[in-house]
């Protein structure tokens, strides 16, 4: 390795206010605060008595627009003729950082492609929710829906197979369009 690779860094200098740390107490106090005379005097509640309670403000409309920002369950999509729009290009899984998407590809029984997704496997309790999978999906395949109560008694009930995921699209199409 050259000298010139190396980088040389200067430990940051603390000001004599930061030293002390006491102005960032005091703006850690001034936050807590303002909660708490939103939560007692504006009674402007977050907490909800959840299952019993559902949140229905999910960030899902911003500026008028409906963008999608919170991301749930997945589900895999269909396309117009019921089959599923997955082409097992293995995009999806390869983007995915937390390798939770297991897919095994078949040769399609249909002429407008070359491969299907035979088996399609995704760990909903080891996704981190990051959306990478929607975002490298060619053809709008995967999508995170605004699902989030979903409960398993088991592992292997939360690892969603085709069918499950499917499924989540049947149900969740009318109030979330692709
Ligand atoms: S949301 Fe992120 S972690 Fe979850 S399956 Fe997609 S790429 Fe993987
Ligand atoms: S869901 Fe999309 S990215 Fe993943 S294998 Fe299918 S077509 Fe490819």
């Not at 006491?22 to 009674?43: A, E, K, S």
């Not at 897919?103 to 299907?116: F, L, T």
Request: net charge negative.
């Amino acid at each position: 390795m050259k000298d010139t690779d190396v980088i040389v860094l200067e430990e940051p200098r603390l000001s004599l206010g930061d030293q002390f740390y006491l102005p960032q107490v005091l703006i850690g106090l001034g936050t807590t605060l303002r909660h708490m005379f939103d939560v007692v005097v504006r009674d402007k509640h977050k907490v909800i008595q959840y299952p019993e309670e559902k949140r229905e403000d999910l960030p899902v409309e911003r500026g008028g627009m409906a963008l999608r920002t919170y991301r749930g369950v997945h589900r895999l999509n269909k396309d117009e003729e019921g089959r599923v729009k997955c082409v097992a290009c293995f995009m999806c899984s390869t983007a995915c950082p937390a390798h939770c998407i297991h897919i095994e590809a078949g040769e399609s029984p249909w002429a407008d492609r070359e491969k299907y997704p035979v088996k399609f496997d995704l760990d909903e309790l080891r996704c981190i929710y990051c959306g990478m999978c929607e975002e490298a999906c060619p053809c709008d395949a995967i999508e995170l829906t605004h699902e989030y109560d979903i409960i398993g008694l088991t592992r292997q009930e939360m690892i969603f197979d085709k069918s499950k995921l499917l499924q989540v699209f049947d149900e969740t199409v009318e109030k979330e369009p692709m």
